[in-house]
């Protein structure tokens, strides 16, 4: 996770700043996230999946997901119907 926030944000004292801002995390947090001794967890995770495509591709790569999941093609495909129905109604 690290890797993912350091590729987005950088190293610098201005990527600990602008983690706490996105997540209200201390600026200790922060800078634990960025260096790699811990990692953010519950709801900051979803924040800052929010936030950064990086992190958000990370968490899919751990879990062994993909954005290509067929149950994503499947709520996709639903939406589309539901709009397509409301056209023709």
């Not at 996770?1 to 950088?10: E, N, P, Q």
């Not at 922060?30 to 999946?49: E, Q, T, Y």
């Not at 067929?70 to 539901?82: M, T, Y």
Request: charged letters at 25%.
């Amino acid at each position: 996770m690290s890797a993912a926030l350091r590729r987005k944000l950088g190293g610098s004292r201005k990527a600990a700043k602008t983690l706490m801002r996105w997540t209200g995390a201390s600026e200790r947090t922060s800078k634990n996230w960025l260096a790699g001794p811990s990692g953010p967890n519950g709801l900051h995770l979803v924040l800052l999946m929010g936030f950064s495509d990086a992190v958000f591709e990370t968490v899919l790569k751990l879990a062994k997901r993909t954005r290509d999941d067929p149950s994503e093609r499947v709520a996709s495909a639903r939406s589309l119907i539901e709009e397509a129905v409301l056209l023709v109604a």
